[in-house]
């Protein structure tokens, strides 16, 4: 079985400032990651996975993660946000043998002016 | 391309009624998922199809039951609701294949009264 933890339920961090959105995971078996976001009223929109080769996966937006297996993390990083990008973010697994996503609980990122 | 469309957006049913949710995939892809989300927690695996038969099923009793259809859309059907159904629903589509991105509609809102 396959679970994921985002150890943040919320972080709220100044216009510009960096940001780190933690993620770790538990399997018994190869992974694929993902982080999505999701907008207030709307869907969930892939920022970026990791699939295999370089720990450090780039994604949309500006946002990077990086693979860690010796710590079962993928966090999420962006070096400076905007207003925009509040939002709730989730991390999510998906094993080898089965295509369905295991997502954390949710961090709820708030940008303050 | 339209991406990934379902309906209804809102939906408000009384307890112990029969529902229907229905998703039209991303044009070419073949596999339709479906989650639900429950206010503030992160999605949920319901179950998945492709080639019109349940491939894998998540959690959930029997009260949740799909199909898909030749055109690859889906429905969600969920009887004798309760007030825990209240959540959003929603659809997302993939080719066949692990670590293929899953691209999400914008989700149904049920609301059980």
């Known amino acids: 079985a396959q679970s994921v933890t985002q150890l943040d339920s919320q972080v709220p961090v100044f216009e510009e400032a960096p940001v780190e959105l933690r993620c770790n995971y538990s399997s018994s078996v190869s992974v694929y990651l993902f982080w999505y976001v999701q907008y207030p009223n709307q869907g969930l929109q892939l920022l970026l996975k990791?699939?295999?080769?370089?720990?450090l996966v780039k994604g949309i937006n500006g946002f990077e993660a990086e693979f860690n297996k010796s710590q079962t993390s993928f966090h999420l990083r962006k070096p400076s946000v905007h207003i925009s990008d509040t939002a709730e973010y989730f991390c999510a697994v998906s094993g080898e043998g089965a295509q369905k996503l295991v997502f954390g609980q949710g961090t709820r990122l708030t940008i303050n002016p | 391309d339209a991406g990934v469309t379902q309906s209804p957006t809102h939906l408000i049913k009384t307890r112990g009624q029969q529902v229907t949710l229905r998703c039209s995939p991303k044009?070419?892809?073949?596999?339709v998922s479906w989650y639900q989300q429950a206010l503030g927690q992160g999605p949920q695996f319901i179950f998945q199809?492709?080639?019109?038969?349940?491939?894998q099923r998540g959690n959930f009793p029997d009260r949740f039951s799909g199909h898909q259809f030749p055109n690859y859309s889906s429905e969600l059907n969920v009887n004798a609701l309760l007030l825990g159904d209240s959540a959003l629903y929603l659809c997302?589509?993939?080719?066949?294949?692990?670590?293929?991105?899953?691209?999400f509609g914008q989700g149904t809102r049920l609301t059980v009264v």
């Open positions: 997302a589509s993939s080719l066949r294949g692990p670590g293929t991105e899953a691209f």
């Open positions: 990791y699939l295999s080769g370089s720990t």
């Open positions: 044009s070419g892809h073949d596999t």
């Open positions: 199809y492709y080639e019109e038969e349940e491939r």
